[in-house]
């Protein structure tokens, strides 16, 4: 699986709009961008996949650039539970099951 | 649906005995994944199945782990002998999508 790059850490006012980036500049044709998150003392969460094209769902945006080399989750306004760790995966997708690594992630503050 | 069940929550042992952790995966999935995660290395993958067969355990640290997948419904994650530097947070997950349990704080003495 190709690798990313996250920065180890970035605040958000409560309310506003989270820009979580993540480079993968390594990434292949059939790899996906995968987000999780984790919250202090929980199993990650499943947040958002996607390929090339944006994807939306109840609890984030995904941007991927044209060359798909870099991406970015968007939680459009953040709360206080958003607090947490998040990580950006890229990984194959198959119903056959591939690995799954995760990296050190952006641990997420979100400030009152 | 109750999610991916994982048991013991929390385990105390002496260093030198065996331990079971035990996972129940989401029914339907196909795809089981176990992690550990300690604060110095992070998340790291163990092993995971597909439809019951292991597909990659290059990630089980050593001969003490070792781990199983009878049926769809239930894998175990053993050590046999424990020791102190086993000690870290277990997660089991299942899916393509990877839907995590709560996890099995393992604490060896």
């Known amino acids: 699986d190709a690798k990313t790059t996250q920065p180890p850490s970035m605040d958000c006012a409560e309310g506003r709009a989270a820009n979580l980036p993540c480079n993968h500049s390594t990434i292949s044709g059939n790899e996906y961008v995968y987000w999780y998150r984790q919250i202090h003392s929980q199993g990650p969460q499943y947040i958002i996949h996607g390929l090339k094209n944006n994807e939306t769902n109840e609890m984030a945006s995904l941007i991927i650039t044209e060359d798909r080399k870099s991406s970015t989750l968007i939680l459009p306004h953040a709360t206080l539970r958003d607090t947490a760790v998040y990580y950006c995966i890229v990984r194959v997708y198959s119903n056959s099951g591939y690995a799954l690594n995760f990296g050190k992630g952006t641990s997420l503050l979100v400030t009152p | 649906d109750a999610g991916v069940i994982q048991s013991p929550r929390h385990e105390v042992t002496e260093m030198g005995q065996e331990v079971t952790l035990r996972c129940k995966p989401i029914s339907g999935h196909n795809s089981l994944f176990w992690y550990r995660q300690t604060m110095m290395r992070g998340l790291e993958l163990l092993i995971y199945?597909?439809?019951?067969?292991?597909?990659?355990d290059s990630g089980m640290p050593e001969d003490r782990f070792s781990a199983k997948m009878p049926n769809a419904s239930f894998s175990t994650l053993k050590i046999q002998p424990s020791e102190p530097r086993d000690s870290a947070v277990y997660f089991c997950?299942?899916?393509?999508?990877?839907?995590f349990g709560q996890g099995t704080r393992l604490t060896v003495v």
């Open positions: 997950a299942s899916g393509t999508e990877a839907f």
């Open positions: 199945f597909n439809n019951n067969v292991p597909i990659d």
